[in-house]
Each structure stands twice: as structure tokens, then as C-alpha cells.
T-cell receptor
Framework: GEDVEQSLFLSVREGDSSVINCTYT??????LYWYKQEPGAGLQLLTY???NMDMKQDQRLTVLLNKKDKHLSLRIADTQTGDSAIYFC??????????WGAGTKLIIKP | GAGVSQSPSNKVTEKGKDVELRCDPI?????LYWYRQRLGQGLEFLIY????????KSGLPSDRFSAERTGESVSTLTIQRTQQEDSAVYLC???????????????FGPGTRLTVT
């Protein structure tokens, strides 16, 4: 079946860029998403990319999609302490059902 | 406007008891989802409702789990004869349910943390 994989942890220094990576197996994915989960809060959609795009930029966030390698990344520029959270990658192909990665915990070092 | 709300926020129950979890979706959202998130893991799809269509129950792990939704409003997830492995955070999400990516953006509630002792 479909699978989405992410590293469990990423540690970066405050002010550096964070790059969170995700790989997926479903070549028919139509949309790929990045969600953020902060402690005690619900999941929040950060950004999404359609499968016919290879890049999307939104302020400090840059999403890169390599469809050939089925690789998705989220770059956060100038990482701040408020960016500490778990970041989930998800993909969909059936319009409503998302397949989720296990999440990457972003740890910010001062 | 109001987001997705869930109640209770925390529930501790004894093994073998039944529990009922509630989700209030965003008004006007036709699609509603339930997920389970075990500690340190990703989201596990449980069930999906879309309007008055038959729900997609393919993710329910056993017949102890059931969910209902009346029209496009509140949904309840019921777990009968709870087991310790049911301990998890249960997340509800809703979306506009329109074709096309942005219409399927899921808005999540804060979750119900269920602990079975």
C-alpha cells in the first residue's frame, strides 16, 4: 500500500534554515501537504503543493517536490523558537483520504 | 469563526467500559474525518463522512469502534469495551469537501486524549 516516510527528529540552530524531508510511494499522488502540530494544539495546514508543481514559496517556507524521486521537502528559513513543533507530510490521491508520515520533530537549539 | 471543537479534551476510563467522543465541525463543512494518533506516531485514518453519503469506515480497527454523524453536524465516535491499546489521541477534522485541493484542506480539532487503565 501507499507509504509516507519522514525522519523522526531534526535539530537546528536558531536562525539557520531547517529542511524537513519526506518520501512517498504513491506515484498517483495529486496533492502533497505539510502540517504543523504544536504541543497542546491541533494540526494546522502549513502549505500544500499540487503534483504538477516543483516548487512553492510562501514567506519563510519553501516546498520542493521531486516527482521522479517521490521526494518532498519543506525548508524553513531563519528558524525561530516558535517553529518548534512536529511537522507532518501527507499525500492524497483520492481527494479525501490522506496518507500521513509519522512526523518530524523540529528541535531548535539556541 | 469557530474552529473544530472536540470534547472531552481528556478522558480516563477503565478497561472494558464504553466511551463516546464528540466532534463539532466547522459550520458548512460537509466532510468530517476521525483519526487516531498513538504516542510518537502519525495519524491513522479511522472513518470519513461526506454529506449524506455512506461513510468510509475502512479505517476502523475493530467492530468495537463505530461513529455516527447526523447530516453535516456533530459526530460521535464510540469505542465499546475499551482496551489498553485504545489509548491514544483521537483527532477530528472537517473540510469543505469540494473537488480540488484547497477544498479538501482539513481543519483539525485539538483532539481527545483517551487513557484506558
Amino acid at each position: 500500500g501507499e507509504d509516507v516516510e519522514q525522519s523522526l527528529f531534526l535539530s537546528v540552530r536558531e536562525g539557520d534554515s531547517s529542511v524537513i524531508n519526506c518520501t512517498y510511494t504513491d506515484s498517483s499522488s495529486t496533492y502533497l501537504y505539510w502540517y504543523k502540530q504544536e504541543p497542546g494544539a491541533g494540526l494546522q495546514l502549513l502549505t500544500y503543493i499540487f503534483s504538477n508543481m516543483d516548487m512553492k514559496q510562501d514567506q519563510r517556507l519553501t516546498v520542493l517536490l521531486n516527482k521522479k524521486d517521490k521526494h518532498l521537502s519543506l525548508r524553513i528559513a531563519d528558524t525561530q523558537t516558535g517553529d518548534s513543533a512536529i511537522y507532518f507530510c501527507a499525500e492524497s490521491h483520492s481527494n479525501y483520504q490522506l496518507i500521513w508520515g509519522a512526523g518530524t520533530k523540529l528541535i531548535i537549539k539556541p | 469563526g469557530a474552529g473544530v471543537s472536540q470534547s472531552p479534551s481528556n478522558k480516563v476510563t477503565e478497561k472494558g467500559k464504553d466511551v463516546e467522543l464528540r466532534c463539532d465541525p466547522i459550520s458548512g463543512h460537509t466532510a468530517l474525518y476521525w483519526y487516531r494518533q498513538r504516542l510518537g506516531q502519525g495519524l491513522e485514518f479511522l472513518i470519513y463522512f461526506q454529506g449524506n453519503s455512506a461513510p468510509d469506515k475502512s479505517g476502523l480497527p475493530s467492530d468495537r469502534f463505530s461513529a455516527e454523524r447526523t447530516g453535516e453536524s456533530v459526530s460521535t465516535l464510540t469505542i465499546q469495551r475499551t482496551q489498553q491499546e485504545d489509548s491514544a489521541v483521537y483527532l477530528c477534522a472537517s473540510s469543505q469537501g469540494l473537488a480540488g485541493g484547497h477544498g479538501w484542506e482539513q481543519y483539525f480539532g485539538p483532539g481527545t486524549r483517551l487513557t484506558v487503565t
